[in-house]
């Protein structure tokens, strides 16, 4: 290991890498890895647009909607839902190969999407109850991750404006925090905008306070589950029609559109 | 409190048979109605022989029957069954499929599974689905009577499963208008009709915990229609509403009040 990667992982967190195969493993050892600059200016700069349109129109239209585990008097914290319906980019960040790839090396294949949506820290805001993602799963857990979040970060993630916070080693715990837990040390979660974060579902994490006057940071969470699981959203009555329509093949799958054993109709895939 | 009793045993033994819900008249209109279903099933072009479920073409398969006849949308909400559910699941709960086997003379076993260890990884602690099947023919040994294994819902992890587990299987036996409700961890098969005339006909109500995938899609194979007649508490049953898998996460709300 050479220098960086000891002062790294000294701190608990792993080295930003592009290399798919040490991203696995950074996922087996840390619970996550950063992958650095995927996003080209451009494809970022339309992402982000999308999102901040979408966001700045629930908002004016008293569209938002709190999430369970944010706290209540957070007013400037926002959350996004559904992207899928809200413009087609936001498929490409769904589909994106190496986040994909990573998934699966994750949880395996089909994988179901429970989700996509942003959580966008405002000033004084954003700080969130600590939390596993898999906590809808009763304990004892199964050996492995049940779930894994691409976190896509749409602005620079830095500590001062509430990059996402987890607790190292936490995912080896195999189990939700306790009560007494909440306030275990965490700490940030720094990537450049347009980077990527891949958390498998034990990762004890929370958005972190975003302590700047000025400046919102958005990032968008693309939640994956084994296919057993209920999706977050429900597809089936909230999707763009258009973008079921325009579906890859992998995208079926992900939607629970074509699918095995679960979610049939007629005995039959629905696509 | 026979129900009662019904449903500690149920918790013991992850099992139990309530006898006469339905009269002996009121199964055998049941038992009319999903032959009829069944027809109207293949007029729609869905197969309900053969559909590689099975080992061979003696068992008649009818899906959606929640669609097909109001009489089946009555018994999948039946109070005692609701009751029994909740009982093993809580009240947080999805119906996740009710569907017919009619297991003709002939008709083979399946392989021996628990409905929960085909789905999720171990280990299996806790009920997380339930099976509550409507006999609408009496059921013994000869006419492929569902059989299982005795206490093997405690079976937590596949390690656990006897040597020669099949061996250990014994039959339900049941009257023509029971219900046998079965925890999701017990491992069972269905049995092989070596009757020469008699027809064997159950309808499986499945239900999982809310945060599992159901088996059926009711947002994608339920018509508008059906939907329609439906109250505000089956719509919830069935999930075709917004209600998601995060409401575990509903304890951390009262932490809301810390500043």
């Keep these: 290991m050479d220098t960086i990667a000891a002062d790294h992982a000294r701190m608990g967190r792993p080295i930003p890498t592009q290399d798919p195969v040490q991203a696995q493993k950074d996922i087996k050892a840390f619970g996550l890895c950063i992958v650095p600059y995927v996003l080209a200016a451009d494809k970022l700069a339309r992402v982000r647009d999308a999102l901040y349109r979408a966001a700045d129109e629930d908002r004016a239209r008293g569209w938002e909607q709190k999430f369970r585990f944010d706290y209540a008097h957070d007013d400037t914290n926002q959350r996004v839902w559904n992207l899928l319906s809200r413009d087609p980019v936001f498929a490409d960040l769904v589909e994106h190969a190496l986040a994909l790839d990573l998934v699966k090396s994750v949880i395996g294949w089909p994988a179901l999407l429970g989700n996509i949506s942003a959580n966008i820290t405002g000033p004084g805001g954003g700080e969130m109850v600590l939390h596993a993602d898999q906590i809808f799963v009763p304990e004892p857990w199964p050996a492995n991750p049940q779930g894994v979040n691409v976190a896509w970060c749409i602005d620079d993630f830095t500590d001062e404006n509430g990059a996402t916070r987890f607790v190292p080693g936490s995912h080896l715990r195999n189990r939700s925090p306790a009560a007494d837990e909440a306030a275990t040390a965490s700490i940030p979660l720094e990537a450049p905008a347009g980077s990527f974060i891949v958390m498998e579902s034990r990762v004890w994490h929370k958005t972190g306070r975003n302590r700047t006057k000025h400046r919102r940071r958005a990032g968008i969470f693309a939640w994956y589950t084994r296919p057993i699981y209920r999706q977050q959203e429900n597809w089936f009555l909230s999707l763009n029609p258009a973008t079921r329509q325009f579906a890859s093949d992998t995208m079926l799958v992900l939607l629970g559109y074509r699918t095995e054993g679960l979610g049939l109709v007629n005995g039959k895939s629905p696509a | ?259």
């Excluded at chain 2, 294994?149 to 656990?160: A, C, F, T, V």
């Excluded at chain 2, 029971?178 to 499945?206: C, P, Q």
């Design chain 2, 1 to 259: 409190m026979e129900l009662e009793a019904k449903k500690r045993q149920l918790l013991e033994d992850g099992w139990c048979v309530v006898p006469e819900i339905l009269t002996r008249p009121e199964a055998n209109r049941v038992r009319e109605r999903l032959w009829q279903a069944a027809d109207e099933s293949e007029r729609r072009g869905i197969s309900t022989r053969q559909i590689g479920l099975d080992p061979n073409e003696h068992n008649v398969r009818v899906f959606n029957l929640l669609e097909l006849d109001a009489i089946f949308r009555e018994l999948i909400r039946h109070p005692l069954a609701i009751d029994l559910v909740t009982a093993l699941l809580g009240p947080d709960f999805l119906i996740s499929n009710f569907t017919a086997n009619i297991a003709l003379p002939g008709s083979q076993s399946m392989k021996l599974h628990s409905d929960q260890g085909i789905v999720v990884p171990e280990p299996w602690f806790h009920p997380w689905s339930i099976n509550v099947i409507w006999c609408l023919d009496d059921i013994d040994t000869e006419n492929g009577a569902t059989r299982y294994i005795p206490g093997s819902h405690k079976i937590r992890w596949k390690s656990e499963l006897p040597e020669n587990a099949i061996g250990k299987a014994v039959p339900f036996e049941a009257q023509a208008g029971s219900i046998v409700v079965m925890d999701g961890r017990i491992w069972h098969t269905s049995g092989a009709n070596v009757s020469k005339s008699r027809e064997r006909a159950l309808l499986f109500g499945y239900y999982s915990r809310s945060f599992i995938r159901p088996q059926q899609n009711w947002n994608a194979c339920l018509s508008e229609e059906t939907v329609a007649s439906f109250s505000s508490q089956m719509g919830a049953w069935l999930g075709l509403d917004a209600r998601a898998n995060v409401k575990l996460a509903e304890p951390l709300r009262s932490r809301d009040a810390i500043p």
